[in-house]
């Protein structure tokens, strides 16, 4: 061992700091892995964290930096450091739950290890599209979950204000995630209307067993949503347009005269047509039922009453006003929840809980 | 099973066909008291009444319409001793409505007594006009027409110089229903070439379907 460490500093004083800054992050790895196959592991431990530890643009890429941590568990493990190895896989596992090691590669009490770090870590992952247009009644957007190991999760998109998330919009999901998981979201809130233009994000929650968060990842989500303009609301029928529905009381006069008219004619017919005969009594019933009529005409006339033409004319004019209002509403409702809905979404980031 | 059957499709025609039919036809059945007054140049005045049955009907087309009337009843003297005698009359007119409230009407006239000396018959073409209005709204209505005679005729006895006469009265339509009730003064006189007059003077009443 103390032969290693002091190959390791020979190394490190001959490649000199500038040198190792010089290096990129990739051949710093590929040193780590080639001083993990050559049984040097303190040295690979340098080169694989200062190979992590490149800041951007040198930085390693996702997968080259999941190999490395994998090579740094390992290494850890055959230094004996058993818990940092641990420590160093579940930080693999959140970073990139669907990473498995290979089996050809690393010894079965690595992987073993591993797969024991992996059960015991609660991590999900997140794959969205960049770019999502929901035009159409079929269009969806596909969110891909990945699960470490077999645990409840929620996915839940909410308005995203000022960098907080605002209220829920939508909950995609609820349930167990185990190897991975593809949910559908059509753009719509819970009522089925497409989402407003704006800044959303979309979190997948893993849950502890206490049903508590353990960590979340947060996709921002972008949401620009064109909708078809409404149709406005028809006016309902103007006054003008109505007829009066009721009787203004005046009048009647008319049945009064034609009471009494025929009430004369009935009198004086004889008188008229046989002056010299004797007429009938009859005719006194007659001029009194003419009279009484015309009288109650005459009053009926001048107490106010419905015009049952005008009354179904107005029924008419607003049940057609109504059907109308109603096909607007409908065409309105129809349009509400027609929308082109483009999403846009950024990477991912992992939240850990405290 | 069968006059069932035929009942039943009897009912599901018949409802519609009313209605279409209540629009163009009307029909009722009259009856009323009468008296008739005779007043002769030479001879006795009579003085008869009594009690006559009948009915009357119309067919309707836009303006044009086609009325008819038949009644008959006996009539016995009220004082002294005039022979008792059956009298039937009927008319057939066909009349022309310009404007609601207003008809024209022209047609046959025919009046029989009918007695046991023989019959006598009074024949003649007539020509009047009919007014009408309402008294209480819709349902109940007024009408006064007057008529008199183109020609007139007689079989027996002196000729008739001409009819004229005229009628007042009252129709009630219940609202909902195509039925109606009406009261009716009707009076004519019939005055011969040599001076004499025959009035024949009455109440009717009759109830009837259709005409709305």
Redesign the interface.
Known sequence: MARRLAGLFVALVLAGPATARAQSAADLLARGIRATHDLEFDSAAVWLRRAMSRPAPAALSDADRSRAMMYLGATEFFRDRRDSATAVFRRLIVADPRFRPDLLVFPPEVTTLFNEARLGTRAAAAAVPARTDIAGPGDRLVIRLYGSSIHDVTAVVSRYFGGTAGVAVRTLYSGALGDSLEVLWDGRDSSGIPADSGNYILRVASLGQDRRVVRTVEIPLAISSIRRDTVPWPLPPADSLLRPERTTGGGGT??LV??L???G??IA??A???P?????A??Y???G??TV??I??ML?ARSPRPIPENVAANQQLRATWQRQADQVRADNEARRREARVTIVASPARVVESR | MIAARLALAGLLVAAPLQAQLTRYLSAGLDAGSVKLQTAPISGTAEVLSGVVIGGSGSLSFRIVSLHGSYSEGNLTADSGNAASRDLVDGTLMLAIRPVRWLALRAGKHLRSYIGTSGTRRLETWEAGLRVEGPLVGDQVRAHVDAFRSLSASVNVGAALSHLQGGSAGVTFHLPRAPVWGRITYRIDQAETTDGGTETLDGIILAIGFGGR
């Open positions: 008319r049945s034609m009471g008219v025929t009430a004619a009935a017919l004889p008229m047509v046989a010299d005969a004797s007429a009938s009859g005719r019933l007659v001029a039922t003419a009529a015309g109650i005409g009926r």
